[in-house]
């Protein structure tokens, strides 16, 4: 069964310094993997994918995300948090559609960003 | 923007109403998804529909249905309204049945 963990429900960090936002997936095949960003009362927006292409993936605002299949994982990463940045993150895997849909999505870890 | 819009942005009604919400697809998007938010329960799946036909149910009650029209677009049927339906309900479009979700601004609904 496929099943996605964010291992943090809430991250802090200090703008100029890194991000880093951790997921765990649980796939039986090669999964798809996505990160989606929702700022409050926003819609989810796609971060970015990863659909075994390339294991570093780059995504809008800065943000990469390494496909590491030996840890099942797939973190979030950016170099210098942004005021802007402070935002709930949701960790994504594709699945075939069922009674979840074709997509599962992490609980959610929120991001704070301090001065 | 995603493409993706949603009407109305906020709804507000009383508890017993029925309400419903509108979702048009980014151009050539062929499905259509249905969410719930809420603070409780986060993001719940509720019901999926392909080019026109239901595909996957999730956690949606008999008291909400949808449809998805020739024109692709979708609407979320809710009646017998509670209190707990509070929430944020999100529209999300995709090309197929297994890519990215390209998801809507919401609409806000409030029931009291």
């Known amino acids: 069964a496929q099943s996605v963990t964010q291992l943090d429900s809430h991250v802090s960090v200090s703008e100029g310094t890194p991000v880093l936002l951790r997921c765990n997936y649980s796939s039986s095949y090669s999964p798809s993997l996505f990160w989606y960003v929702q700022h409050p009362n926003k819609g989810l927006q796609l971060l970015l994918k990863y659909t075994s292409a390339a294991t570093l993936v780059k995504g809008i605002n800065g943000f990469e995300a390494e496909f590491k299949k030996s840890e099942t994982s797939f973190h979030l990463t950016k170099p210098s948090a942004h005021m802007s940045d402070a935002a709930e993150y949701f960790c994504v895997v594709s699945v075939p559609s069922g009674s979840q849909g074709n997509l599962i999505f992490g609980k959610g870890t929120k991001l704070s960003v301090k001065p | 923007d995603s493409g993706v819009t949603q009407t109305p942005k906020h709804l507000i009604t009383a508890t017993g109403q029925r309400v419903t919400l509108r979702c048009s697809p980014r151009s050539g998007d062929l499905s259509v998804y249905w969410y719930q938010q809420s603070l409780d329960q986060g993001l719940q799946f509720l019901i999926h529909?392909?080019?026109?036909?239901?595909?996957a149910k999730g956690n949606i009650l008999e008291r909400f249905s949808a449809q998805q029209f020739p024109d692709l677009h979708s609407e979320l049927n809710l009646s017998s309204l509670e209190l707990g339906d509070s929430a944020l309900y999100f529209c999300?479009?995709?090309?197929?049945?297994?890519?990215?979700?390209?998801f809507g601004p919401g609409t806000r609904l409030t029931v009291l």
């Open positions: 999300a479009s995709s090309v197929g049945r297994y890519n990215e979700q390209f």
């Open positions: 529909y392909y080019n026109g036909e239901e595909r």
